[in-house]
DNA sequence: CTTTAAGCCTGCAGGC
DNA sequence: TGCCTGCAGGCTTAAA
């Protein structure tokens, strides 16, 4: 469920706390996450200093003094929590840290879908999990063309295009759903349909989505709050996804406009306006 | 090459 | 109250 907005914010979140400072102490107390954590993991984050942060797609990555990045995903249920270093334990906490100046950071994920590794700073993109994917939608290069490129040849889903971390990364079920409503495309368009002007639009649009999400702190739906435990309230902002029934704030007064509908595609839920979006 | 399905995992909501 | 079932879905692997 952390899509691209919910893994910023839990990065500048971690940024604020531990950028500059020394790990006192590092704990793992699972290891089993969706891989097995590396070796080690306790030993090298302990003692190393953190010189900065960085985002890739749904991937933070966090770098350490002597060329070791430490890489982050936070699958459908993984959570920052920050605290002080008294704090109590809580259910389902992986691995947490403690700062030099008595920060205390708890890596929770009860579903177990996240993951950490470490890999070398330099070559950071090389990771077997970077390598693959596609473009920053919030980079200046990401461009209708560019995207219309990437779904060139593909007959599937637009929905499931969006959703394919190689087209485009970061962007999950809640971005997706709400990106080609704002665009007004249907997600059962064929993907290398969207090409030209309608590929120019969807591109806006997912970066005004993203970048609206972020303002407010991400969605939060379940297990996702802020790491400072604040609700992130874009969730308020959905205009389609989770809003079955409802009626279509696009279509004022239509009579032939039935509202938003769920339907699956790919085994996942995906909301629209069928009358609007085309 | 692309596309699809299964499996991983736990918490929660809804039905009875 | 409590049990059962289904759903949530990012990601990989294997198979088509």
């Known amino acids: 469920m952390p899509e691209l907005p919910e893994v910023e914010t839990v990065m500048r979140g971690l940024q604020a706390c531990l950028q500059g400072h020394v790990i006192r102490h590092a704990g793992v107390h699972r290891a089993d996450l969706r891989w097995k954590l590396p070796r080690g993991l306790a030993a090298r984050l302990t003692g190393a200093r953190v010189t900065g942060f960085r985002r890739r797609g749904k991937y ?21 929590v ?4 008294n704090a109590e334990t809580a259910p389902h906490e992986h691995m947490t840290l403690e700062t030099d100046d008595g920060c205390r950071i708890a890596f929770i994920d009860p579903r177990r879908f996240g993951s950490i590794d470490l890999v070398p700073t330099e070559g950071e993109d090389s990771h077997k999990l970077l390598a693959g994917l596609g473009p920053e939608p919030l ?23 969006l959703s394919d971390q190689r087209v485009v990364a970061g962007l999950g079920n809640i971005y997706v759903c709400e990106a080609l409503y704002r665009a007004a495309i249907s997600p059962r368009r064929i993907a290398r349909t969207v090409v030209g002007e309608r590929a120019g639009r969807l591109v806006e649009e997912i970066k005004k989505t993203l970048q609206e999400a972020i303002a407010a702190g991400g969605s939060s739906l379940r297990d996702y709050v802020q790491p400072d435990g604040e609700l992130g309230y874009f969730q308020h902002a959905w205009k389609v996804y989770d809003h079955a029934g409802e009626p279509c704030e696009r279509c004022p007064g239509a009579p032939e406009c039935r509202g938003i509908r769920r339907i699956v595609q790919g085994g996942r839920s995906t909301f629209y306006c069928p009358r609007m979006q085309r």
């Open 82 to 85: 920050i605290g002080r270093a």
């Open 60 to 80: 933070m990555l966090m770098r350490l003094d002597g060329g070791t990045s430490v890489l982050i995903h936070l699958g459908m249920s993984g959570r920052i």
């Open 139 to 161: 980079d200046r290069g990401f461009t209708g063309r560019l995207l219309a490129d990437e779904l060139a040849g593909r007959k599937t889903s637009i929905k499931a295009a």
